[in-house]
């Protein structure tokens, strides 16, 4: 969403809006939160709320998701551990968020088509960025051959996750082990050739 034109911005609204709409979803869940509750906490009018976000979701995106800082995890010396990293900085990123606030704000997100168009430029481009990275190391150490399409293993990345939180929901302590086995797994089909059948050309 694009800054209207006038005065800077406070960071410290910023961030006490956020503050303010993390803990509130923690305490009453995604369905009840609402804008005057935020604003009180955060002790902001609810302009100040409507200045940054056009809606209520577009400001829970931005308190839980949009800024994200998802980096590249640094090179680990294969691509098993390189995607265990990426697994865990995802599984982490998902799971901190109080539970029902992903998938209810994903299913209201996906209904708007600008909210859905920044989520996608946003966190799914961190995501997408970080995998093709750690790919193209595999490439250059010649663990791969080619370079598989990223899309298609980030989908098989996300799919286990989103199946084991929010499906499944089996427990939260044994996500480590849970994100080591996906990458570990993933990276030996990939080794063996079925990374072929994925392959960008």
């Known amino acids: 969403m694009s800054q209207p034109v006038g005065r800077p911005r406070d960071g410290r609204v910023d961030g006490a809006i956020a503050a303010a709409a993390r803990e509130l979803l923690a305490e009453q869940g995604y369905a009840r939160l609402t804008v005057d509750a935020v604003a009180a906490r955060a002790g ?18 931005a308190a839980v998701m949009h800024d994200l800082d998802l980096a590249t995890p640094p090179d680990a010396g294969s691509l098993a551990a390189d995607l265990a990293a990426v697994v865990r900085d995802i599984v982490t ?14 299913a209201d997100v996906h209904a708007d088509a600008a909210m859905a168009a920044t989520f996608v430029g946003t966190f799914v481009k961190a995501e997408r960025d970080c995998v093709m990275e750690v790919l193209e190391r595999a490439v250059d150490r010649g663990e791969l051959s080619r370079l598989p399409d990223p899309a298609v293993v980030h989908a098989l990345l996300l799919g286990p996750i989103f199946a084991w939180l929010f499906l499944l929901s089996e427990e939260r302590e044994r996500l480590p082990a849970f994100a080591d086995a996906l990458a570990h797994g993933l990276a030996y089909m990939l080794h063996g050739g079925f990374g072929d059948g994925l392959s960008m050309g």
Not at 44 to 61: D, L, N, P, S, W
Not at 93 to 106: D, I, M, N, Q
Request: proline letters at 12%.
């Open 93 to 106: 990123s998902l799971a901190t968020p109080p539970p029902g606030v992903v998938p209810g704000l994903l």
């Open 44 to 61: 902001v009018g609810k302009a100040a709320i409507y200045r940054r976000h056009a809606t209520k979701e577009q400001m829970i995106f």
